[in-house]
T-cell receptor, first 119, second 113 residues
Framework: AQTVTQSQPEMSVQEAETVTLSCTYD???????LFWYKQPPSRQMILVIR??????QNATENRFSVNFQKAAKSFSLKISDSQLGDAAMYFC????????????????FGKGTKLSVKP | EPEVTQTPSHQVTQMGQEVILRCVPI?????FYWYRQILGQKVEFLVS????????KSEIFDDQFSVERPDGSNFTLKIRSTKLEDSAMYFC???????????FGSGTRLTVV
């Protein structure tokens, strides 16, 4: 079974600095998606960034970028120039791409990392 | 930008009562999902729905749960006889196809007392 592990329950960063959140996953599949979701205090789940496993190039969205290491099954999120509004829970998630075993490819989430941003 | 809308945002119910959580997915999306998040825990998959039928469900989604798309726009989750442990945040999500990412709603916080 696929699993997603976020080993950092909490992280803290100074405003304008850079922080990296870690995520590892376990799968026997070769084709899948990886995501980072942000959950602010409002509890809404907001997609931050997405990576297709078949793409070697790391995804980037403005101040957010990932370091995708497929062989190591690692998918870290880097937030540059951190802002106060970045404070939230961040969830790493995995979804296999093909219709494996009849599944629609549901998201499997890690336990999350709570990011605090200090002014 | 299109949104997934969930109502109510917060519902308090007595143990043993039935609740219906409502969701309006994005209009051109074809795949619908319910996830839940017990406070302080990870987000867990409940059920996926496509072509007017359940396509997959988790072990959590037992006989007390049901889903319905009654009118082509709403997507509901019914819990027949709520238990204290059903207290959680329930998220609806939709996607255009299996390849696309999900769009989540803002969630319904269900409190069972």
């Amino acid at each position: 079974a696929q699993t997603v592990t976020q080993s950092q329950p909490e992280m803290s960063v100074q405003e304008a600095e850079t922080v990296t959140l870690s995520c590892t996953y376990d799968t026997s599949e070769s084709d899948y998606y990886l995501f980072w979701y942000k959950q602010p205090p409002s509890r809404q789940m907001i997609l931050v960034i997405r990576q297709e496993a078949y793409k070697q190039q790391n995804a980037t969205e403005n101040r957010f970028s990932v370091n995708f290491q497929k062989a190591a099954k690692s998918f870290s999120l880097k937030i540059s120039d951190s802002q106060l509004g970045d404070a939230a829970m961040y969830f790493c998630a995995y979804r296999f791409r093909l219709n494996y075993g009849g599944s629609q490819g549901n998201l499997i989430f890690g336990k999350g990392t709570k990011l605090s941003v200090k002014p | 930008e299109p949104e997934v809308t969930q109502t109510p945002s917060h519902q308090v119910t007595q143990m043993g009562q039935e609740v219906i959580l409502r969701c309006v997915p994005i209009s051109n999306h074809l795949y619908f999902y319910w996830y839940r998040q017990i406070l302080g825990q990870k987000v867990e998959f409940l059920v996926s729905f496509y072509n007017n039928e359940i396509s997959e469900k988790s072990e959590i989604f037992d006989d007390q749960f049901s889903v319905e798309r009654p009118d082509g726009s709403n997507f509901t989750l019914k819990i027949r006889s709520t238990k204290l442990e059903d207290s959680a945040m329930y998220f609806c999500a939709s996607s255009r196809n299996r390849e696309a990412g999900y769009t989540f709603g803002s969630g319904t916080r269900l409190t069972v007392v």
